[in-house]
């Protein structure tokens, strides 16, 4: 559209351009008639009065004459000529009509006999005059073709310069289209990616940083306070980046709510970043939220002898390491960082192998009564016990395969020797043992069936079995698989809310899903405070008013007992009892059950 606007303008300018020239061309084409009719007055008189001297009447000669000179003058006639609007063309036109008249008096008077000298003395005179207005008509052609070209060039010039003046603002609206984030008002992707090559070009000794980063749970906020705060927010962090870099680097905004800065390096930098942000924040902002507010930042120390897209894909990398690490965190790329990702490549290259060889092995952590410490059911959780006798944790794998998609056969798997268990040692709803679903097994099209065929392949009552969730993971579930939970727990599965209190929308969700149990995050038991107390003991209390059970996790020492008996909080699980213990083990301390046969 912008290119068709400007050539449009410049077509314009040339075809007004060419028309100038074209009445330029005929106005000259006027000029050069005009002098040759002129010429054809001042020779045709002069051969009219050699033969009228001779004898020879040419009236048709006289008649031509007249009516030169007649269209000469006024620049109407048959001859089509135009009329020289200049006073001394138009004088010295006069004067050699005056003298026309004469001749053509004389001429009558030799007609008639009379022998008159002046006739050929006045032809001399009409002959100059004539000669003179010819000359006039010709200076004043030149001057009108001088003016034209001038005007021509005039026209050009101006319009050149308007043109490119009009062409070198829309190039700038343009770039800034292109180039600018239209709500920030920061550098756009391309245009950080184009300043970071320049700046890579001219890089000197001293040490850069790039940073990416980007605001935790934006879209949280965004649902919770608007879209207006949302963009408010992100102006707002947009200055505060501006005035923290200045001129020293640059930063852009990419995405949602994803910045990069390139700045000078130095240590803490990162800190010292999130407290110019917070403190804009809380001057551009009414909301009192912003001590809740944190960002996840990746780094990358620049080596100007690196391609400016491996150095982006660097910080993005360790940026989305940080993410998967948990809120607020800060990672650089770094030899960490890689041995963390060679590790990675390492598990994804041997988790299928370790699901055919049994390598995920069941563990059980016991849930027990307060403050009796009875033993009552248990929560499901796997070890990664690999074929170099190696054993790695949860925190190790389960982030990644949830990215690969391979939760879905993990959760699966280690559901399958929970039945198996539960099937073995004649358990039921006396005894249940809670199992974690991760979010995207949960929304796997295939989950309720192959739930209920493992279920149905063991003969598991539904009582014996409690499918755990975690909070965070109901804000994201879709209504249909509400529907789906909803659904299982009419058929007498339990539903459980895991890490309660450590997400944001708690309440909404109990209104809007029915659950059996509500698992108290464990975090409050750390914090040992007074608030963190009354929060146990209104989660409690809460429990009691709607129906629900409610058991606290992280219980790991006497005082923790003793606390949640004060605040009557019936079941706890922690190291206080146990800690994770494989299924065998499990049955020999807590189930004096005999095995089926």
């Not at 005035?243 to 803490?268: E, M, T």
């Not at 910080?315 to 590790?343: C, E, F, M, P, R």
């Not at 939760?407 to 099937?423: A, G, N, S, V």
């Not at 146990?578 to 299924?583: A, G, L, N, R, Y």
Request: proline share 2%; charged share 25%.
């Amino acid at each position: 559209m912008k290119q068709k606007q400007s050539m449009g303008v410049y077509t314009c300018i040339w075809v007004i351009a060419i028309i100038i020239l074209i009445v330029s061309l005929f106005q000259n084409l006027g000029y050069a008639k005009v002098i040759n009719y002129s010429g054809i007055v001042r020779g045709a008189t002069q051969k009219l009065v050699k033969e009228e001297l001779q004898g020879d009447r040419d009236d048709q000669t006289i008649a031509y004459l007249d009516n030169i000179l007649d269209e000469l003058q006024t620049g109407q006639g048959q001859f089509d000529l135009m009329k020289i609007d200049d006073d001394e063309y138009q004088q010295q036109l006069s004067e050699v009509k005056g003298i026309w008249s004469v001749i053509k008096d004389k001429i009558y008077e030799v007609r008639n006999g009379n022998q008159d000298n002046q006739l050929y003395e006045l032809s001399q005179e009409y002959f100059t005059k004539a000669n003179q207005m010819v000359a006039t008509a010709q200076l004043i052609s030149d001057n009108s073709l001088v003016s034209s070209i001038a005007l021509f060039f005039i026209y050009l010039i101006l319009t050149g310069g308007v043109f490119a003046f009009w062409y070198h603002y829309k190039q700038k609206q343009i770039q800034k289209v292109m180039y600018t984030d239209k709500l920030t008002g920061l550098h756009n992707f391309l245009a950080f990616e184009l300043d970071l090559q320049k700046r890579l070009e001219n890089l000197e000794d001293e040490s850069y940083a790039l940073l990416c980063f980007d605001i935790d749970d934006f879209k949280y906020l965004n649902t919770t306070y608007g879209y207006a705060f949302g963009d408010q927010l992100l102006q707002v962090i947009a200055s505060s980046l501006q005035a923290f870099i200045q001129d020293k680097g640059s930063c852009a905004r990419n995405g949602s709510d994803r910045f990069y800065a390139l700045l000078p390096y130095y240590d803490n930098i990162i800190d010292d970043l999130k407290i110019r942000l917070k403190d804009d924040m809380k001057k551009g902002i009414d909301l009192d939220i912003i001590d809740d507010i944190t960002f996840t930042f990746g780094g990358y120390l620049i080596d100007k002898n690196c391609l400016v897209q491996d150095i982006l894909d660097d910080a993005l990398l360790a940026h989305k390491n940080a993410k998967s690490t948990g809120k607020g965190y800060i990672v650089w790329y770094d030899q960490n960082l890689l041995d963390k990702l060679y590790q990675e490549n390492l598990i994804v290259k041997q988790m299928h192998h370790g699901l055919q060889n049994q390598e995920f092995q069941l563990y059980l952590q016991p849930k027990f009564l307060i403050p009796s410490l009875q033993v009552v059911g248990a929560e499901a959780l796997v070890r990664w016990h690999m074929h170099d006798g190696s054993v790695l944790y949860p925190d190790d794998f389960i982030p990644l395969f949830e990215k690969n998609g391979f939760i879905y056969e993990l959760d699966f798997d280690i559901f399958k020797q929970t039945c198996q268990f539960i099937h073995e040692y004649h358990l039921n709803e006396d005894f249940p043992i809670s199992i974690n679903f991760s979010r995207v097994t949960i929304h796997h099209k295939d989950f309720y069936q192959h739930f209920h065929q493992i279920i149905e392949d063991y003969q598991i009552p539904t009582g014996s079995i409690e499918i755990e969730i975690t909070e965070s993971a109901f804000n994201d579930l879709s209504s249909s698989i509400m529907t789906m939970l909803t659904q299982l727990r009419s058929e007498g599965f339990m539903i459980s809310m895991d890490d309660f209190g450590a997400g944001y929308s708690s309440l909404n969700l109990l209104n809007s899903m029915s659950v059996d149990v509500l698992k108290i995050d464990r975090q409050f038991l750390s914090e040992q405070e007074s608030k963190s107390e009354q929060i146990i003991q209104l989660i409690v209390e809460l429990t009691k008013s709607l129906n629900l059970k409610v058991i606290c996790e992280g219980v790991e020492t006497q005082a923790d007992v003793e606390l949640l008996t004060k605040v009557h909080c019936p079941l706890g699980q922690g190291y206080f009892i146990s800690k994770p213990i494989i299924k065998d083990e499990f049955a020999k301390r807590f189930l004096p059950i005999e095995i089926s046969v």
